[in-house]
């Protein structure tokens, strides 16, 4: 199993920020940072533009991989995120993850003034630009007509390799979100889950691949998830107290029991190992986990000398 970081960008993310976790990452050894696609969730703070954020990410690192977890299809048109996409793979040596999905948070998509669509046709759109994406990215010209999105001899250059960038399907949606998964991804990724909850999630997926003749073990597996974790008891208390001043009016006693609740990975190392154990023999072979206080370097370079290593046996 693979550690990695997941940064909430639109929670007053900046550059000198997003430098120093970059840098720190690929220095303790983590095998991806990812970066979330909202304008705002919440206040409004700083947030920076992740396809930007990107490009310094391709730039200022050598190793780990690195995307959206996830873009929103209503935000950009597919062939704006396709080239994008293909060029950040090319500028990165095939570290870029191209993460997708139907967009959740109507609030942003008022504020700004993009279209928010319901649930059925954002799904629709989401199949729809996934094959305007693989059609820019292969061989030659493309051409497609869909209902949302077309293509008339579209010849993207310059092109990724084959089978590159990887498409990462992100959501937990089973008859549309895990189908689409099922067919097209590479990988599928989900949030927190109790590993009850997960076995469920698998046996839907597993349906889904038999329906279009797909082995499910070539469809990677990843969870994203709060970490209220630490070394021991007091410094896994110390996420709680950082988480509670995005929570207002809760309580450590709360958000431990929710979080428990959620699936959320809580407790000191060995507790969170033998969590990391269960989902491990269920399949996930990458855990993110997030990222809550941009200037704590320690939680970084723990998941990095205590985490990491142990998972990777796993």
């Given at each position: 199993?693979?550690?990695?970081l ?5 929670n007053?993310?900046n550059?000198d920020?997003?430098?120093?976790i970059l840098?720190r990452?690929?220095?303790a050894g983590?095998a991806g940072?990812?970066r979330?696609?909202h ?7 700083d947030?920076l533009?992740?396809?930007?954020s990107?490009?310094m990410a391709?730039?200022?690192t050598e190793r ?15 062939v704006n ?7 950040l793979?090319?500028l ?5 993850v191209?993460?997708?999905?139907a967009?959740w948070?109507?609030?942003e998509h008022v504020?700004y ?13 989401l199949e ?8 820019l990215?292969g ?7 869909g209902?949302?999105?077309?293509l008339?001899d579209?010849?993207c ?9 990887t ?9 549309r979100t895990?189908?689409?998964a099922?067919q097209y991804?590479?990988?599928w990724?989900?949030i ?17 691949c038999?329906?279009v003749?797909r082995d499910?073990?070539s469809?990677?597996r990843?969870?994203?998830?709060f970490g209220f974790?630490?070394?021991n008891p ?6 709680f ?5 995005l929570?207002r009016g809760?309580?450590v ?5 929710a979080a428990?609740?959620?699936?959320m ?5 060995e507790e969170?190992m ?5 989902l491990a ?6 855990i993110?986990f997030?990222h809550?206080?941009f ?5 970084i ?6 985490i990491a290593?142990r998972?990777a046996?796993?």
């Open positions: 199993m693979q550690i990695s997941m940064v909430e960008g639109q007053g993310l550059w920020l997003w430098s120093n840098r990452s690929e220095e983590l940072v990812y979330s696609d304008f705002f969730i919440g206040p409004q703070q947030s533009e992740p396809y930007l990107f490009a391709a730039m200022q780990i991989r690195f995307g959206p977890m996830v873009t929103p299809i209503t935000f950009r048109p597919p995120v396709g080239r994008m996409a293909a060029q793979d090319l990165s040596n095939g570290r870029f191209m993460g997708l999905g967009g948070n109507e609030s504020a003034g993009v279209p928010f669509p319901p649930i059925g046709e954002r799904l629709s759109r729809e630009a996934i094959h305007v994406m693989r059609g990215w061989p030659g010209p493309a051409s497609y007509e209902r949302y999105y077309t008339q579209a010849d250059l310059p092109k990724p390799p084959e089978g590159r960038p498409l990462l399907i992100g959501g937990g949606g089973e008859k895990m189908r689409i099922a991804a590479d990988e990724n989900c927190s889950m109790l590993p009850e909850n997960y076995t469920h999630k698998i046996e839907v997926l597993q349906a889904h038999d329906a003749g499910l073990s469809v990677k990843s969870m994203m998830t974790i630490g070394p007091d410094d896994a208390a110390d996420s107290r950082t988480f509670l001043r929570a809760a309580t006693g709360d958000i431990e029991e428990r609740h959620r699936g990975l809580v407790g000191d190392t969170v033998d969590r990391l154990g269960q023999e269920l399949g996930v072979s990458e993110m997030q809550m206080n200037t704590d370097d320690a939680f370079e723990y998941l990095g000398a205590e290593p998972a046996a796993l």
